[in-house]
């Protein structure tokens, strides 16, 4: 039965869609001015791209879900070597000893031949399995994307770890996907010993296999006869049992409820989600090079950047970190026409002394989240790109909004589509009016429990179709080895007895045009380095370390906005036993957040560790015993709205020390960098 529907629909509806598609395309140029005009009212020119692409894109996935089952990303990744091997697959700026870079460029036939062979050495050398969860404990480096594809061949789940994580959270991200291998990334095997002989006593079974990459090279991808290539037959890669909302690979959360939670990217969103995201993005087979210096074991870079662009035959440029001095440079060097950001990078830029570079790219794009308004206009203007892509995603949550800003209008949203397509999502996304009386809690209507969309301009929590309420899995896959999590994330009885929707945890609003933007995330978490932070967690660390265990008698860990750096970073207050007279002096608590310091360098990341601490008598309650981080997250800096307090600023990430008024003005005039 679904054949013939599928043959009507080919035989009635491709064709039509195909012609508006092409006509898109191939033609739009001819009615520019008509479109220009049409499009400043009704952003109609963007519905027109994304439509036809994402129903054609829909039917071709459906029917290799249904009769090829040739759904994974390993067949989009063998169909675009098929169609153009000598394209430009991956562009690499090396970083030489003497400041130049060396630029490694691979096509996508250098590409799968690499990865077939060490495919090869993954199977037979280190026995990775099929089904097997592998650990990717990698920086950014061509490596990174041969294992992982290599792994996907094999029908193994990469899971990328954060390698900045130690200790406990290390720990955990081990457990809770049930990891069984580890590849361990040469720059970070330092910090991971640090870690392995609590990893060897708490899971013997796990293999740790240290990469070295001059053998790996030398011996395994330019010794044919040794290591030939290596093809996993569908049958094994792609078993009956697979279904397109399993797991094609783990991506970690920062830990916004404590420690990180695996989440899982189901084959769904890596292939019929980042597609119609490259679509989205212009991004094409033709010239498209996307350069991304963020972290891949960040889903934006992972699936929004290397995923998005190979679905569309594109290039990705990949920075081994990100450098605000030499960004332009590897920008112009790779000849990128994408970059991504977070909002933290555009002001990072913009704080640079001009370069040269910044004028010579060809870059006509610019996407990511978090820009802020302020700064918005004054990035595109001195870097000279005519569009920001601002959107809102999760890593876990299964739908995405996007922007596709030009001109002067809709800066700042996160969603601006035209009407057929905020018609259209209008069923998939919705935001939900929150209690007045508790911001973190959905408002409901005494009179029939459900809940209400918010006013234009009020915030409200965005939620995302769960459509299969009684199977939410198949839309929202949640957190691998936390039920309890993934239950959290799913709220029922809405806008209808019986709905389901994926709750995201982040407020947004919508303005009279029908865009929305971000306005914060809710809950005790903040975000700080691009990264999301735990305020229970940095708390539960302070309290287990020996000294905090000792002498602290109650702490209060909350975001705290600073200047104009983008996010908020963490300060904690501190209230001492009555015993710890001891720590009076200010040269006493120096010395004593010091040395709760050493503890938490092992335990937390970096950028998870307050910036700036105070000492009080006592915390603050409300009368019902809630602590009142409100008043806490309004602090004034440097020395409280009286003048007269004393705060400890954590100088460099390395040591604790009083803010002095000198301080305050270092790091106002950029000279202490936060």
Not at 52 to 68: D, E, N, R
Not at 196 to 208: S, V
Not at 311 to 336: I, N, P, R
Not at 443 to 454: I, N, S, V, W
Request: net charge positive; proline share 4%.
């Amino acid at each position: 039965m679904f054949k013939i529907i599928l043959k009507l629909i080919k035989t009635l509806l491709f064709p039509i869609l195909t012609l508006l598609h092409w006509i898109t395309k191939n033609y739009s140029h001819i009615f520019a001015n008509l479109y220009d005009y049409f499009d400043s009212k009704t952003r109609l020119r963007e519905d027109f791209h994304i439509a036809p692409y994402f129903f054609i894109a829909l039917f071709s996935y459906i029917k290799s879900l249904i009769i090829t089952k040739k759904f994974q990303y390993w067949y989009i990744f063998e169909s675009k070597v098929s169609k153009h091997p000598k394209k430009l697959c991956l562009v690499y700026p090396n970083l030489q000893a003497n400041g130049d870079f060396n630029i490694e460029q691979y096509t996508y036939k250098e590409v799968y031949d690499i990865v077939l062979r060490l495919s090869y050495y993954l199977h037979n050398d280190l026995n990775i399995k099929e089904a097997e969860i592998v650990g990717m404990y990698y920086t950014n480096k061509p490596t990174f994307i041969f294992f992982w594809l290599a792994l996907w061949n094999l029908g193994a789940i990469p899971a990328f770890m954060n390698y900045n994580s130690t200790g406990a959270p290390l720990i955990h991200s081990l457990k809770i996907a049930n990891i069984k291998h580890v590849l361990i990334d040469p720059e970070t095997i330092d910090v991971f010993t640090l870690n392995k002989p609590d990893i060897m006593q708490n899971f013997p079974y796990i293999k740790l296999h240290e990469i070295n990459e001059d053998s790996l090279y030398s011996n395994v991808l330019f010794n044919a006869e040794k290591y030939p290539k290596f093809r996993q037959s569908d049958k094994i890669r792609s078993p009956k049992t697979l279904t397109d909302y399993s797991p094609a690979c783990l991506i970690y959360t920062s830990g916004t409820t404590g420690l990180p939670k695996s989440a899982i990217m189901s084959w769904r969103k890596a292939c019929l989600g980042c597609s119609l995201f490259g679509r989205i993005y212009h991004m094409n087979g033709k010239n498209s090079v996307v350069f991304t210096a963020m972290p891949l074991y960040h889903s934006t870079a992972a699936l929004l950047g290397v995923c998005a662009v190979f679905s569309q035959g594109g290039c990705v440029a990949l920075s081994h970190k990100f450098s605000a001095s030499t960004f332009w440079k590897q920008v112009y060097l790779t000849k990128a026409t994408h970059v991504q950001y977070v909002g933290e990078i555009c002001r990072y830029l913009l704080n640079t002394k001009p370069s040269q570079y910044e004028q010579l790219h060809n870059v006509k794009i610019a996407y990511g989240n978090g820009l802020r308004p302020d700064i918005w206009t004054d990035f595109k203007k001195r870097f000279n790109i005519p569009v920001i892509g601002e959107f809102y995603a999760s890593t876990e949550a299964p739908f995405a909004t996007t922007s596709y800003q030009t001109g002067d209008f809709g800066v700042g949203a996160c969603r601006n589509y035209g009407p057929l397509v905020t018609w259209f999502l209008s069923y998939e996304q919705r935001l939900v009016k929150m209690d007045p009386n508790d911001s973190a809690k959905v408002y409901r209507d005494p009179q029939d429990g459900l809940c209400r969309d918010p006013e234009i301009g009020e915030p409200g929590e965005v939620l995302m179709r769960i459509f299969f309420p009684k199977k939410p899995e198949t839309s929202f896959q949640g957190y691998l080895g936390n039920k309890s999590a993934t239950d959290s994330k799913v709220l029922r009885d809405v806008f209808r007895n019986g709905d389901a929707w994926y709750r995201s945890g982040d407020l947004l609003k919508s303005d009279k045009y029908g865009l929305w933007y971000f306005v914060d995330r809710m809950g005790d978490t903040f975000r700080w380095k691009s990264e999301n932070v735990s305020t229970k967690e940095v708390e539960d660390q302070f309290m287990h370390t020996a000294l905090g265990e000792k002498c602290i008698d109650e702490i209060v860990v909350v975001g705290l906005k600073v200047l104009n750096f983008e996010g908020k970073c963490g300060f904690a207050c501190i209230s001492l036993k009555k015993d710890g007279s001891n720590f009076q002096s200010v040269e006493q608590r120096v010395e004593f957040l010091n040395k709760i310091l050493e503890t938490l360098n092992k335990n937390l990341p970096k950028y998870a560790l307050p910036v700036f601490v105070k000492f009080v008598d006592e915390i603050e309650h409300t009368d019902n015993h809630k602590i009142k981080k409100t008043s806490y997250s309004n602090q004034m800096l440097p020395h409280g709205s009286g003048n007269n307090e004393t705060l400890y600023f954590l100088r460099n990430y390395k040591k604790y020390q009083e803010l002095t008024d000198k301080d305050w003005d270092d790091i106002k005039n950029n000279i202490i960098k936060l």
